[in-house]
């Protein structure tokens, strides 16, 4: 990896890797028309998760853009390693997808992925990114991920809260379970 990506706009860059992730994100919006809505609700937040998610959709908005500049070091293992690392997140991210809108609006997702991860979508999406950024060889991705990551814990953090409250016991029982992400914290 370099310093500094060269940045030049062409077929054979990144952004190639933002449609299949925007097809990942948008496509239980068609399976599951009803539950759907539970994903982007963000009627709970206060004030501080209102600005939190406004910079990590501006920072989402920066990393996707930015890719369109970023050249993809083809028939290197720099690409190769972070083209698996996409594809995995990528799949990952479809299933935790898929259990979240397909779980009834009522219920706490705790089935599929969300058995062995409380936020396996928040999760699969930097795994994604992290991906993108190796595969195009780029440390500025990487440090803008990193920002993107710090903000998404916290809102991770606000969104516990609430789901406490929505479903008391039930939810501290299964956040006692079940780690944050994966194995870890």
């Known amino acids: 990896m370099c310093i500094i ?12 890797f933002i449609i299949p992730f925007i097809i990942v994100i948008y496509s239980p919006r068609f399976l599951h028309k ?19 998610k406004l ?17 993809l070091p083809l028939g290197t293992i720099w690409f190769y390693i972070g083209l698996f690392i996409v594809v995995i997140g990528l799949v990952f991210m479809f299933i935790a997808i898929e259990n979240y809108a397909s779980t009834p609006l009522d219920e706490p997702i705790t089935k599929g992925l969300y ?28 440090l803008m991920l990193v920002l993107y990551s ?31 992400y994966f194995i870890f914290f």
């Open 5 to 16: 990506s060269t940045h030049e706009i062409g077929f054979f860059n990144a952004w190639l």
């Open 34 to 52: 009803k539950t759907w809505k539970r994903l982007g609700d963000t009627s709970w937040y206060k004030k501080k998760e209102k600005k939190l």
């Open 55 to 71: 910079w990590m959709s501006l920072i989402m908005f920066v990393l996707i853009i930015y890719t369109i500049w970023l050249p």
């Open 115 to 142: 058995k062995i991860s409380r936020n396996p979508i928040y999760f699969f999406t930097s795994i994604t990114f992290i991906g993108i950024s190796i595969a195009s060889a780029s440390w500025i991705m990487l």
């Open 150 to 180: 710090f903000i998404d814990l916290k809102i991770i953090l606000a969104e516990e809260q609430y789901l406490l409250k929505t479903y008391g016991e039930s939810y501290r029982e299964y956040k006692e379970k079940v780690p944050r």
